[in-house]
Each structure stands twice: as C-alpha cells, then as structure tokens.
C-alpha cells in the first residue's frame, strides 16, 4: 500500500503549485473554471491580502509516489473565534483526487490546528471571510462554474459522509432568463419608493466615478448583514483592497446606488459580467493574451451574475430593492444580457427568494458545507 505523504507549504514558489494542482485535477473539464494563478498566490501573502490582519491560514498538499494528489488551507478567522465566540477551525481550497485516504489525510492535518486552538468543530470549504468562495458542489456538476464559486468531482461529497462530516450550511444558485424579468413587477412600485421616502438612484459610467463611494457602499454592507449569526466586518484595510481588486474590473454600469435625500447610501447592487469563459480562455495567466480576454467579457458578457445587493437595515422590507431592479434592467437591456446569475444563497434565506420569485428563478445548482466536532 502506497503511502499517503503530507507536506506544508510556505514560500510564494510551493504556493504556486498549491494553485496549480487542481489545473490537473480539471484538465479538460469544461465546467471548471480556473482562477488567474499568480492572483490567487498573491490572496494567500499576509502582505498583499489584509485579511491576514486577524486571520492566519497553513497550506497542505498531499502526495503520493511524489506526485501530488490534494490539497487544503487550515484557517482561523480570530474576528470570529475571539470577538464572536465560534469555535471554528476552517478549512478551504481542499482538493483531491478520488482517494478516501488523501482526504482523510489532508483533513487530519485541519483537525491538529484546530485541537492546538482549543477550537471545537471544523467547517469547509470556506474561505478567509464572508466574502470568499464557500461550499462543496452537490448538484448541478454539469454547469459552467463562475469566477466566485469553487467547482468540484461529485465523490467530494461522499468522502465528506464517508468520514462523518455532517452538512453545515446549504446554498442554492439560480439563473434565470432576461426576457423573465418584467417591468411591471417593479417599475410602478420604484416610483412610489421614491417619492414616499425622497430616495434616487445612481448610477455611473465610469469607474473613476464609482470610488468615491466605495467606501460608503462596504460601511453599508456591514450595516445590511451584521444579524447575521456569522458574518465578519470588512475592516478599513480590506475596504482598499477589494477596491483595488475588484472594482476596476466590473463594468460601473452594473455598480447601482440608492441614496437618500440628504446624500446618504440606503442601498447598491453589484452585479459582474461573467468572466467565466474568459478565465477558461486564459487558462490561469493574464498575459500575453489572458488580459483581452477579460476586458472583452467585461464590455460583451452576456451572462451577468448578481453580486451583492445590501439595503440599509432602516429601509429593509420597504420596497427598495424595485428601484435597483428598475436600473438594472435599464442596463441589462442596452447591454443585450440575456440571462441572469444569482451567486450562492442561503437556502433557509427565505426573504432573498421571495425577491426573485416573479422572475422564475431555477435551481441549477446546490452546494454545502460540512462540519465535524474535533
């Protein structure tokens, strides 16, 4: 019987082949999408990614006859563990080939961490923060992935009830068609808002125009989704990252904000084009020509995936989200979009589905984290 090796990992050259394993995992799979490797290298440097600020994470791969055969980051988020009490040990990035051994092997490792912590269960995949990928692919494995979720081997699953993890949170992703987005079921209503509450909307078409509201929209972001039992703040650092690396690449025509009549955000809505055929084209380098391919998709996409929607607790329940709808569909129509993503929500979220559901939404794929006690 061969054995199972695990070896941690640290300087920024080991990384780049933590990132790159699941390039071979993948190869030919026409629904995964690659990420842009020396970008997710830089996301794991304590210098270039301000999460580290109060997070720390350890790399693991696994091989096997000396080639490599899985992967996994060990993370704690000391926001959530000190501040907020849970006890968690994360995990993310686990990948691995068909072997229940390889990933028992490489979860072991995340249980040590967790026990040296006095943490008490282990949840995954997760990522840093509330703003990173989340969740194993339980269904829909026959669609394209996005940029924002991981894509997986459907055995991920059964190795995870093999080994007595239990589902944690369960996440669905919907799409449905433009032509299902009608008018009338917002238009009437976002005039009424408006003129009720002394609300406009706003929005722009360069991305110059859109910074100097950044930081306004993520001080609003922690204001819409603070009740959640697990969510973590976007702290001053991270505000400037996620601006420096996000925002210059979504078309600002689909950045849309509510403000009141005093100048105050009360609600925004980021939408993306989707980049997914365009980072399969680049197959994990900007250049020479990953670039164009991107900037391309960024202008031509016909496919948009819903980002982020948050509206300011007092004006929560009161209609909105009609004048965000209305924008966008006005910007979706000139753009010729014809179909429509929902990134993965909580399924016990009741209020996001009833949002959508004049729309016909449908259920194209579900995903879910799984956790064991240590």
């Known amino acids: 019987m061969t054995m199972i090796q695990i070896k941690e990992l640290y300087t920024p050259k080991e990384l780049k082949t933590f990132v790159e394993f699941p390039f ?25 990614n301000p999460v580290f600020k109060h997070a720390e994470a350890r790399y693991f791969i696994a091989l096997k006859d000396g080639e490599i055969v899985g992967r996994v980051a060990a993370i704690v988020n000391w926001v959530e563990v000190r501040d907020q009490k849970i006890k968690k040990m994360r995990f993310g990035w686990l990948d691995m080939i068909d072997d ?28 840093f923060s509330n703003l990173d990928k989340v969740g194993v692919l339980t269904e829909g494995f026959d669609h394209l992935g996005t940029m924002i979720t991981w894509y997986n ?5 059964d190795h995870f009830e ?11 992703e ?41 930081n306004e929209m993520f001080d609003l972001f922690n204001e819409s989704y603070a009740s959640l039992a697990s969510f973590v703040p976007i702290s001053d650092i991270q505000k400037e990252y996620f601006k420096k690396k996000y925002i210059s690449f979504i078309n600002p025509e689909y950045i849309q904000f509510v403000m009141d009549k005093e100048g105050k955000m009360v609600a925004f809505g980021i939408t993306m084009p989707s980049f997914s055929t365009a980072l ?13 391919h991107l900037l391309r998709a960024k202008k031509k996409s016909k496919e948009i995936i819903f980002y982020l929607i948050g509206i300011h607790p007092d004006y929560q329940n009161k209609g909105v ?54």
């Open 24 to 48: 071979s995992l993948y190869k030919n799979n026409k629904y995964w999408v690659p990420p842009i490797i020396k970008d997710e290298v830089a996301s794991f440097d304590p210098t270039e």
């Open 280 to 292: 399969q084209k680049a197959n994990g380098k900007l250049f020479p020509f990953g670039i164009f």
């Open 153 to 157: 081997h459907a055995y991920y699953k």
């Open 100 to 127: 229940i051994e390889v990933t028992k092997a490489l979860l072991n490792e995340v249980r040590i961490i967790g026990q040296s912590h006095q943490l008490t269960f282990m949840e995954g995949p997760v990522g």
């Open 162 to 172: 093999q080994l007595g993890f239990t589902k944690g949170k369960v996440f669905l």
């Open 321 to 374: 989200t009609s004048i965000l709808f209305r924008e966008y569909h006005k910007a979706f129509e000139k753009n010729g979009i014809e179909t429509c993503i929902r990134t993965p929500e909580l399924e016990e979220n009741t209020a996001i589905h009833q949002l959508w559901k004049n729309f016909k939404p449908v259920t194209h794929k579900k995903r879910c984290t799984y956790l064991k006690n240590i």
């Open 174 to 214: 919907n799409k449905m068609d433009f032509s299902n987005i009608q008018p009338k079921y917002f238009e009437r209503i976002s005039t009424l808002v408006e003129k009720r509450y002394g609300l406009r909307a706003l929005n722009f078409k360069k991305t110059a125009d859109v910074m100097p509201y950044v």
